[in-house]
């Protein structure tokens, strides 16, 4: 313990050295630069992290950024917003504009301002390019290397373990980690512009105080939270926003939004501990039967243990209070499906698609896949070709689109768009195998060339097929 104590001394030492030794330089990385250092960073994050994929909440937490982000001057980014399947306290960005929050941290939430002000915080480290300045001064490691340190620290390494890693990747690399971490003037610098920018959103500054003060009451709990430790200085933070929000008086709030509750209550039912939710939606609808939340909340994590009779029992009684709420129309569309019910699912699924212009591509893909299963090929290739169209990473669509036209006899189609599935998947020998299979299936010189020109790419990409 000594010796380690010992190390890190002597690494916080080297930082300071370091610091004075290679100051910040006249410029930062380009924005180039920073957007190939994102590309690296998110490769070390999503090896590493599991992704919420749920496309309601996604879509929810991405519409309460851009809110946040139409107040912003123009940047050179594309924010992105991304939810991570673990229930820490915990949230960061990375270069370029890709913002991660932990479902834990979303579920201790009560409002959309709470949310918003965590989002305003990260996107303000983006804007003021508090990560890439830092890497600028670092630049005696490559891009890949700095971009794993810097996921570390983010990802909640703690001081020892830096130091520990040090034994392996050598003490510059130490160094270059503690570097890399916030000040307590970045975060500082970040709570200012965050605050502006979320105010100018409409939401409530203040919030971002309550969810500091959630994040920091943990402590006595779990120790530490990842976030006090990757985002220090959080008691300097919360005397600023409270002396920032007095400052400007009445202040706007969003409170706790339809969207806020319904996307926080499928996080609870939908990744959070199978037996917790069960009990707690239970509890809540004996309570209450006319909660809608809590009933919503019961059934979808009935649906998830495999009790989907009485989920879209609860389902249904929802729908009483709430018929044109497509969303739930989905959901239960999809209880149905799995439950062999194949006309309620065809019912409840377009009726979920007829609400919208722009479908949730989930609905869609069942409702397709219900067409397919009641023999009705040509108006499921339909809806598969255009939800390919309009979402074309959604890559279980290119699977049964390919067995939907096989069933229909058309080969060609089946083969190129089994291929398609299986590249999305990179698995190389299967794309080859389905691609080779198309070529034998056209005479169309304009599809014989599109698909040799594909393995040419899939052949260069993943070399050793040539060995297989």
């Given at each position: 313990?000594?010796?380690?104590?010992?190390?890190?001394?002597?690494?916080?030492?080297?930082?300071?050295?370091?610091?004075?030794?290679?100051?910040?330089?006249?410029?930062?990385?380009?924005?180039?630069?920073?957007e190939e250092l994102s590309?690296?960073?998110?490769?070390?994050?999503?090896?590493?992290?599991?992704?919420?994929?749920?496309?309601?909440i996604v879509n929810y937490v991405n519409s309460v950024g851009q809110n946040?982000?139409?107040?912003?001057?123009?940047?050179?980014?594309?924010?992105?917003?991304?939810?991570?399947?673990?229930?820490?306290?915990?949230?960061f960005a990375t270069p370029a504009g890709h913002i991660f929050i932990y479902r834990g941290l979303i579920e201790a939430m009560d409002t959309e301002d709470e949310l918003a002000g965590i989002l305003a915080h990260e996107i303000a480290h983006v804007?003021?390019?508090?990560?890439?300045?830092k890497i600028d001064r670092s630049s005696k490691l490559n891009?890949?290397?700095?971009?794993?340190l810097a996921a570390g620290i983010f990802l909640g390494v703690s001081g020892a373990d830096v130091a520990a890693q040090a034994l392996t990747v050598g003490s510059m690399a130490a160094v270059q980690s503690l570097e890399l971490a916030y000040s307590r003037e970045d975060e500082i610098q970040a709570d200012k512009v965050g605050l502006d920018n979320m105010t100018r959103a409409g939401y409530d500054a203040r919030a971002l105080m309550t969810i500091l003060n959630k994040i920091r009451s943990k402590r006595w709990f779990d120790g530490i939270p990842t976030y006090l430790s990757t985002h220090p200085a959080a008691e300097e933070r919360i005397a600023y926003i409270d002396s920032w929000s007095q400052n400007k008086g009445e202040l706007p709030s969003m409170g706790a939004t339809a969207d806020f509750k319904k996307a926080r209550v499928r996080l609870l039912a939908l990744y959070g501990n199978e037996t917790r939710a069960v009990?707690?939606?239970?509890?809540?609808?004996?309570?209450?039967?006319?909660?809608?939340?809590?009933?919503?909340?019961?059934?979808?994590?009935?649906?998830?243990?495999?009790?989907?009779?009485?989920?879209?029992?609860?389902?249904?009684k929802v729908l009483e209070q709430n018929p044109l709420d497509r969303s739930i129309l989905g959901d239960l569309g999809r209880i149905h499906f799995f439950d062999g019910r194949l006309p309620e699912a065809l019912t409840a699924l377009r009726a979920s698609v007829s609400l919208s212009e722009s479908a949730a591509p989930e609905t869609m893909f069942y409702l397709a896949r219900t067409q397919?299963?009641?023999?009705?090929?040509?108006?499921?290739?339909?809806?598969?070709?255009?939800?390919?169209?309009?979402?074309?990473?959604?890559e279980q669509a290119y699977y049964f689109l390919g067995e939907?036209?096989?069933?229909?006899?058309?080969?060609?189609?089946?083969?190129?768009?089994?291929?398609?599935?299986?590249?999305?998947?990179r698995d190389p020998r299967n794309t080859v195998f389905h691609f080779q299979k198309a070529l034998k299936n056209t005479q169309d010189p304009e599809r014989k060339k599109e698909i040799e020109d594909i393995l040419k790419n899939v052949r260069n990409e993943f070399k050793d097929i040539r060995k297989k």
């Open positions: 313990m000594f010796l380690l104590k010992k190390a890190i001394y002597f690494f916080i030492l080297m930082a300071v050295l370091a610091g004075l030794l290679f100051p910040q330089g006249s410029r930062a990385i380009t924005i180039a630069e920073e590309r690296q960073f998110l490769k070390v994050v999503l090896n590493r992290l599991s992704l919420v994929k749920d496309p309601y946040i982000l139409r107040e912003l001057p123009p940047q050179p980014f594309s924010y992105k917003f991304y939810v991570i399947d673990s229930d820490v306290y915990n949230a804007q003021c390019r508090h990560i890439s300045d891009l890949a290397t700095l971009a794993g009990s707690h939606f239970k509890n809540a609808v004996e309570r209450n039967p006319n909660d809608t939340e809590a009933r919503y909340g019961y059934g979808l994590v009935l649906a998830r243990i495999g009790h989907r009779k009485d989920a879209a029992f609860h389902l249904q397919a299963e009641l023999g009705k090929l040509s108006e499921a290739i339909t809806i598969f070709e255009t939800l390919i169209e309009s979402h074309p990473d959604y939907s036209y096989g069933k229909q006899g058309d080969l060609f189609q089946a083969h190129y768009h089994l291929a398609r599935f299986y590249e999305k998947r």
